[in-house]
Structure formats: structure tokens, C-alpha cells
């Protein structure tokens, strides 16, 4: 599985964003040829070059704006210079994708539709060549997955059209609800909407901790001059095909002051609420009290409802809560027909082959009790009727 893995240690831009993805392979005049599509009619030039930063050399683009571009646009306006354009529909739709999230963000920052949005710095011609250069060059490496990093946006104060506001931005915080941060590093604003928007719309997972082999890295280079590398880094890498990653949950507590009886309840609602698995594990705390560690993994999704049954369930006053990586490979289940009924069978599939088959335990439970026989004898006769299946 090819996958784009964005290491964002000093934030990103749009301009940055460009110098990595050509750094990692986009072709320079393919990407020329495709934004030539848009007939801006000469608004802008695009320089590209390799340059430094902190001992870091990588590229760097500067999208120069000539005279009579057009400093602003609606959401439409851009909708319409996109659509009329000869690129490929994937690359309009991708494109329109990240517009569409700055519009909301925009919108809600101002208190307007996201129709009547003036987008200002985002609909100027440099940040619309970001854009729709970044819809160009993702399509051009067609990775199978986009993972990104925690994001460093910095700190301090930025001026901009609307004055000067805190960092970050207000329609970067929109932008970036939900996804990890990191502030503070310098005090400059490190994320702008732009990059913030391509990553939002873009990206499949948001984790610092991700496995997977490089192959090649891409270094995009920013405009000022920070006593850290001003870089976005890139990476282009593999994971083992039939492996699907996916960003989970788990929320844990400590409970040394409840019934160990009424756990087992709390789990039987975790579970309702949405766990993906419990498990309990004995430890010591201070003063040679026992307790019990509960470990609840989830999906975002779930998270909330899974976190008020442990507040109302449980004794705890309080929740450790950790993003993972989970790394599973692709499954499907069938049914299984032996002389003591129906069970259904899980199989698991790495670079297509089966390498795990298990029966369903509740099935085979059933069965074993049914028919008043071992629930061994029951995992017997699965495993004989797949292995005469195979032999069919």
C-alpha cells in the first residue's frame, strides 16, 4: 500500500505543500501544463527553485501575482474557473473539496453562508494556485493512503485581511477541529487556512505514531526564517498490501473504590456505547491498594458515549485518553454448514491470500449447547468442512 505520510514538525502552507510534492517526484512541467488549464490569463508566474533551510535543501515555490489579478472571489467564482477548466473531474472534485472546507470554516468565523464568503487571502490568485496545484500534484502520485502528523501551527499573532488576530487563525482552528495540534513552537504563525484546508480535506488519519518503509522523502521549503528548519516534510512510503490503518481510541481509568461485581455491567454498556474491546488488568496503586486498570478501545466516533458510561458506570473521577494506530488486515465472513448447524466463519487476507480463519465463537457456542456436545468438537467439524471446501 503506497501512502503519503506528511511529517508537519513546523506546520504547513500551501506554498510549502507544492515544494514537497515536487520534491518527492511531481514533474514541474507537468504540474505547469495541468495549471495552465485554469486560463487565469497570465495572473500569475510560478518560481520554482532549490534553496536551504537550516541545513535542510529542498524546493521552494513562490507564486508571484502580476497586475489585475483578482484579489477576490466568492465560493461560486471559483467553482466556476474550476469547473470550466480542462483538468481531470477527479482533480476538480478533490479541488473543490478544499474550497468548500475553507467556505465552511470562513463561514462560520463570520457568520455567514458559506456561499457569501469573500475569500480574501484563500481567493487570491496565489492561494487558488496552492489549491488546485495540491489537487494536481496528490493526483499525480496517487497514493492509496494520506496520513498526517500532529500539526504545529505556532503561535504568536498574524496580521491579515481582518487585522491582527491570534495564532491560530480563527478559520484555522475551524479548519482544524478534530485533528491533533501542536502549538507554541515559534511565535509566528507556522499553519495557514490554505495548508490547514488541504490537510483537512485531504488527509485519511492524523498520527504521530504510524509504521511504514520510505521511499522516498520530499522537503517543501517556507518563507521565513525560524531557529528551527521553516520545512514541510514529506515522506512517500509502503505498507505491507492487504494491511488497512486506522486511527482509534482508548480511554483508561484506574478503579480502586467499586464493587468488582458491578464491572462487569459497566462492560456489557461499554460495549452498547460502542467499544471495540474491554480489558481489565489487576495493578497496585499507592499505599498497597488493588484496583483494577479498565482499557476501553474505540473509534472517535464512539469515543464521547464511551467515556459517560465509564463516568456512570464507574467509580472514576477522571480518563487517560490516547490516539492509536491500528493496523488490520482486510476480512469478510461466510457461512460454514456442518452436521451440527450454521456457523459463521471469519477469514483474513494478507497480499490477497487467507492467512487466518476462525469460526465465530457465539456460533459455535450455540451449537455446542444445542447439540449437547464439546464446544471442541464443534471447532472440529468447522475446521473439516473448510478444509473439504478448500479441496472442492
Same mark, same amino acid.
Given at each position: 500500500?503506497?501512502?503519503?505520510?506528511?511529517?508537519?514538525?513546523?506546520?504547513?502552507?500551501?506554498?510549502?505543500?507544492?515544494?514537497?510534492?515536487?520534491?518527492?517526484?511531481?514533474?514541474?512541467?507537468?504540474?505547469?501544463?495541468?495549471?495552465?488549464?485554469?486560463?487565469?490569463?497570465?495572473?500569475?508566474?510560478?518560481?520554482?527553485?532549490?534553496?536551504?533551510?537550516?541545513?535542510?535543501?529542498?524546493?521552494?515555490?513562490?507564486?508571484?501575482?502580476?497586475?489585475?489579478?483578482?484579489?477576490?472571489?466568492?465560493?461560486?467564482?471559483?467553482?466556476?474557473?474550476?469547473?470550466?477548466?480542462?483538468?481531470?473531474?477527479?482533480?476538480?472534485?478533490?479541488?473543490?473539496?478544499?474550497?468548500?472546507?475553507?467556505?465552511?470554516?470562513?463561514?462560520?468565523?463570520?457568520?455567514?453562508?458559506?456561499?457569501?464568503?469573500?475569500?480574501?487571502?484563500?481567493?487570491?490568485?496565489?492561494?487558488?494556485?496552492?489549491?488546485?496545484?495540491?489537487?494536481?500534484?496528490?493526483?499525480?502520485?496517487?497514493?492509496?493512503?494520506?496520513?498526517?502528523?500532529?500539526?504545529?501551527?505556532?503561535?504568536?499573532?498574524?496580521?491579515?485581511?481582518?487585522?491582527?488576530?491570534?495564532?491560530?487563525?480563527?478559520?484555522?482552528?475551524?479548519?482544524?477541529?478534530?485533528?491533533?495540534?501542536?502549538?507554541?513552537?515559534?511565535?509566528?504563525?507556522?499553519?495557514?487556512?490554505?495548508?490547514?484546508?488541504?490537510?483537512?480535506?485531504?488527509?485519511?488519519?492524523?498520527?504521530?505514531?504510524?509504521?511504514?518503509?520510505?521511499?522516498?522523502?520530499?522537503?517543501?521549503?517556507?518563507?521565513?526564517?525560524?531557529?528551527?528548519?521553516?520545512?514541510?516534510?514529506?515522506?512517500?512510503?509502503?505498507?505491507?498490501?492487504?494491511?488497512?490503518?486506522?486511527?482509534?481510541?482508548?480511554?483508561?481509568?484506574?478503579?480502586?473504590?467499586?464493587?468488582?461485581?458491578?464491572?462487569?455491567?459497566?462492560?456489557?454498556?461499554?460495549?452498547?456505547?460502542?467499544?471495540?474491546?474491554?480489558?481489565?488488568?489487576?495493578?497496585?496503586?499507592?499505599?498497597?491498594?488493588?484496583?483494577?486498570?479498565?482499557?476501553?478501545?474505540?473509534?472517535?466516533?464512539?469515543? #464521547?458515549? /464511551? &467515556?459517560?458510561?465509564?463516568? *456512570? $458506570? +464507574?467509580?472514576?473521577?477522571?480518563?487517560?485518553?490516547?490516539? @492509536? #494506530?491500528? /493496523? &488490520?488486515?482486510?476480512?469478510? *465472513? $461466510? +457461512?460454514?454448514?456442518?452436521?451440527?448447524?450454521?456457523?459463521? @466463519?471469519?477469514?483474513?487476507?494478507?497480499?490477497?491470500?487467507?492467512?487466518?480463519?476462525?469460526?465465530?465463537?457465539?456460533?459455535?457456542?450455540?451449537?455446542?449447547?444445542?447439540?449437547?456436545?464439546?464446544?471442541?468438537?464443534?471447532?472440529?467439524?468447522?475446521?473439516?468442512?473448510?478444509?473439504?471446501?478448500?479441496?472442492?
Amino acid at each position: 500500500m503506497k501512502i503519503l505520510y506528511y511529517d508537519c514538525f513546523c506546520g504547513i502552507s500551501g506554498d510549502m505543500n507544492l515544494g514537497a510534492l515536487l520534491d518527492l517526484g511531481v514533474e514541474e512541467d507537468f504540474l505547469r501544463s495541468e495549471l495552465s488549464k485554469l486560463s487565469l490569463d497570465g495572473e500569475f508566474e510560478m518560481n520554482v527553485r532549490r534553496a536551504e533551510k537550516r541545513g535542510i535543501t529542498g524546493t521552494k515555490v513562490d507564486i508571484a501575482v502580476k497586475s489585475g489579478g483578482h484579489p477576490h472571489r466568492k465560493l461560486a467564482d471559483i467553482e466556476n474557473l474550476i469547473k470550466k477548466s480542462g483538468l481531470a473531474e477527479r482533480v476538480k472534485s478533490r479541488a473543490m473539496d478544499m474550497f468548500s472546507h475553507i467556505a465552511a470554516a470562513e463561514g462560520k468565523v463570520h457568520n455567514l453562508p458559506p456561499g457569501e464568503v469573500h475569500f480574501h487571502e484563500v481567493g487570491a490568485v496565489d492561494s487558488l494556485v496552492d489549491i488546485v496545484g495540491a489537487a494536481i500534484a496528490l493526483d499525480f502520485l496517487n497514493p492509496d493512503r494520506i496520513i498526517a502528523s500532529s500539526i504545529q501551527v505556532g503561535g504568536g499573532f498574524v496580521k491579515c485581511a481582518h487585522g491582527v488576530l491570534p495564532v491560530p487563525a480563527p478559520a484555522t482552528t475551524e479548519l482544524l477541529c478534530g485533528i491533533p495540534i501542536k502549538t507554541g513552537l515559534v511565535p509566528y504563525e507556522t499553519t495557514t487556512p490554505t495548508g490547514a484546508a488541504i490537510l483537512a480535506a485531504n488527509a485519511d488519519a492524523f498520527t504521530d505514531d504510524v509504521a511504514f518503509s520510505i521511499m522516498k522523502t520530499g522537503y517543501g521549503l517556507g518563507t521565513n526564517d525560524f531557529d528551527i528548519p521553516n520545512v514541510l516534510r514529506v515522506f512517500l512510503g509502503d505498507m505491507p498490501d492487504g494491511a488497512e490503518t486506522e486511527e482509534q481510541v482508548i480511554l483508561e481509568a484506574n478503579i480502586d473504590d467499586m464493587n468488582p461485581e458491578l464491572i462487569g455491567f459497566a462492560e456489557e454498556k461499554l460495549f452498547g456505547a460502542g467499544a471495540l474491546d474491554v480489558y481489565k488488568i489487576p495493578v497496585m496503586m499507592k499505599k498497597g491498594r488493588p484496583a483494577i486498570l479498565i482499557s476501553v478501545l474505540t473509534d472517535k466516533a464512539h469515543e #464521547q458515549n /464511551v &467515556a459517560e458510561v465509564l463516568f *456512570t $458506570e +464507574t467509580t472514576t473521577i477522571g480518563l487517560r485518553r490516547q490516539t @492509536v #494506530q491500528k /493496523v &488490520a488486515l482486510k476480512r469478510d *465472513t $461466510e +457461512t460454514v454448514h456442518t452436521k451440527y448447524g450454521d456457523a459463521r @466463519v471469519k477469514k483474513a487476507y494478507f497480499k490477497d491470500k487467507i492467512v487466518n480463519i476462525k469460526p465465530e465463537y457465539a456460533d459455535a457456542r450455540e451449537m455446542a449447547l444445542k447439540n449437547n456436545v464439546p464446544i471442541s468438537a464443534v471447532y472440529s467439524e468447522i475446521s473439516n468442512q473448510i478444509e473439504k471446501e478448500k479441496k472442492r
